[in-house]
């Protein structure tokens, strides 16, 4: 794997954390941030070819 797609994998894995913190503490501002981020990342994830496994939870 190389550096683009780990650091991808790791940015996405850190804003799906971060978003369930956000949702599980009520902070609505927050989780559309996480959630927008999220988005974003995964659609560059598409554009590259990236396989995102699910989050599993």
Do not use: K, N, W
Not at 35 to 57: F, I, K, W
Request: glycine share 8%; charged share 30%; proline share 2%.
């Amino acid at each position: 794997m190389d550096a683009f797609t780990a650091g991808l994998l790791h940015r996405i894995r850190a804003a799906q954390t971060d978003l369930t913190r956000a949702r599980e503490t009520g902070d609505d501002f927050l989780a559309d941030v996480e959630q927008a981020e999220l988005d974003d990342l995964h659609r560059l994830a598409a554009e590259h070819g990236v396989e995102v496994a699910s989050p599993g939870y």
